[in-house]
């Protein structure tokens, strides 16, 4: 939802798309204060349910956005960066950020068919380091994993998988593995998901992601909001291209725990409960509205532009003095300065909105 022009949303029951109407009036349709700092919707929003692993994938920053836009527009379709959050709607596997150093040292103690695959020199580098001398051992051993040869990726996944049916009692990050090995057998990014961080989110948890770093949603059902891009650049588990020096290139090598949404309950009252989902970002920030069969939430002033998803239910979206139908799967765009309240109508009714956030 949004519009980016790989798959721009569109008007119902007309031919235009929501970026034609936000052209024809942007300072109405964006507000005042969005409309200073671009000129289109400046956030993507979107239900993701997934059954097979997306790929580990890296979404570059913005600098580094436009100049791959510019050298290798063919690939990198537009100039902008990608931050991104995902709220749980189940319960949500993911992979995200380089795991920290101790946790890595451990990894590749407890997997020596991994660590075969590197220059033991660099090896003990990457463990007995400063932070420095860490991270460019770190950029040096994935260098050496993505250059290995596929006969050699293949031989170690193969024994990897084999001894982990062996072990018998599975972490639940072994298991994942072998679920990735049915999905995409023997690619690479089996062994780089042992470098990342393995996190299962509870419905109603959320994570952020910043650009530069590595990351891959493996099962669940999520709602995604994020900056208006589509620039990804891919590490494994994909049939896709994998462009591995600019994944490189763009990986800060920071090794951080996984950074969890922060959240704001507006209001908990008796049959309503309204959650802020923040944001480090302007482009973007989320909130959900759960809203019983009778009842109505208090009305809210949205003052930049903003998108809502009714993810189920039946009830209707008042807007002043007018109101809208809505049930499962609708979609409304939000004028900036509404004052938007959701009511329950013969059912509960749950919903999602998205909006910039440049007024802070």
Partial sequence: MGTHPNLPSRVKDSSQTLLDVIKSRPEFYLGTKASQFCSDLPFLFKVLSIQKALSI?????????????RTRPDI???PNYKPECAIALTEFEALCNIRVHQEI????????????LLNPATVKSFEEGDETAQKNSLRELFGQLFDCHDDKIKAAVGELVENLHKKGDLSRREAMALRLQEQYPFDVGIIFSFFLNYITLQPGEALSMDPDEPHAYISGDCIEYMANSDNVIRAGLTPKFK?????????????????????????????CKVVQYGSNYKEFTAWSF????????????????AILLT????????????KEEIAEGDVLFIVPGTTLSLAGTSSDLVAYI?????SG
Avoid: W
């Fill in 290 to 305: 759960e809203v019983k069969s009778g009842i109505e939430s208090p009305g809210k002033v949205f003052e930049e532009p």
């Fill in 57 to 69: 994938q890296v979404h570059p920053n913005k600098a580094y956005a436009e100049e791959l836009h």
């Fill in 76 to 78: 990198y379709k537009d």
């Fill in 243 to 271: 462009d591995k020096e600019t994944l490189l290139k763009t990986l800060t090598y920071q090794m951080k725990r996984p950074a969890l949404v922060q959240k704001k309950v507006e209001t908990d009252i008796d049959g």
């Fill in 105 to 116: 040292k451990e990894m590749l103690k407890e997997y020596p068919v991994i660590a075969s």
């Fill in 354 to 358: 998205c909006h910039s956030n440049f």
């Fill in 311 to 322: 993810l189920r239910g039946h009830g209707t979206a008042r807007f002043g003095e007018d």
